[in-house]
């Protein structure tokens, strides 16, 4: 295969775009499928496609911030206004949202773990599809993609979890890059 300069230059100059700087278009009808086979075209031993992908865009993810604002009031009634109002902006102001579900499946030689990296490249690939088709992105967990009331509320059934939700939608803003880790203290040579 030769090699791709510009797929390089890239992957050495990723970053994400933060959901606050992501705005209306998203991609949509055949884009939104070309972004979707992207992200699934990952490694997948055993073809088990151990993941699920659930889109919120439109209205839908004024209501899912809604929701969870009021299963966060719910699990904690101290909330504070401004915090409930943080919870109902979870999905703004990013045009498309895609949750990312690990959806395990039983399976003699490929054990959950390496079903769960499968679905966490999903997610990856997804925010490099994005970019590749001129828009922008950010990968994101937070407290509703761990916890089981919040993740069912969000389209997770039972024995799935999300693994993160992908923010898509054009950059409104260049962002700075953020210090990368020395290789010199993450790189080893192994000897035997």
């Known amino acids: 295969m030769p090699a791709i300069p ?3 230059d890239y992957l050495l100059t990723r970053r994400s775009v933060g959901q606050a700087f992501l705005a209306e278009p998203a991609p949509s009808g055949e884009e939104l499928e070309t972004l979707l086979t992207i992200a699934t075209r990952v490694p997948d031993h055993g073809k088990l496609a151990p993941w699920r ?8 993810r004024v209501a899912a911030g809604e929701a969870l604002a009021a299963l966060a009031q719910k699990k904690r009634p101290d909330i504070d206004a401004a915090s409930l109002e ?6 703004l102001p990013a045009p498309l ?9 039983a399976h003699p030689k490929v054990p959950e773990f390496e079903q769960l990296i499968s679905a966490g490249n999903v997610a990856f690939n997804l925010v ?3 970019y590749a088709l001129g828009y922008a992105a950010q990968w ?3 407290w509703y993609a761990f916890d089981a009331d919040a993740a069912a509320l969000l389209g ?17 803003a260049v ?6 880790p020395d290789l010199s203290q993450i790189v080893s040579v192994w000897q035997p």
Do not use: M, N, W
């Open 97 to 105: 949202v895609v949750g990312i579900l690990s959806a395990p499946r």
């Open 86 to 91: 943080a919870e109902r902006r979870q999905f």
């Open 156 to 172: 997770a059934r039972p024995d799935e979890k999300f693994v993160g939700f992908v923010h898509i939608g054009t950059p409104t």
């Open 53 to 60: 992908l659930v889109l919120y865009s439109g209205e839908a």
């Open 6 to 8: 510009a797929l390089r």
């Open 128 to 130: 490099h599809g994005a």
């Open 140 to 142: 994101v967990t937070r």
């Open 175 to 180: 962002i700075e890059d953020r210090p990368r």
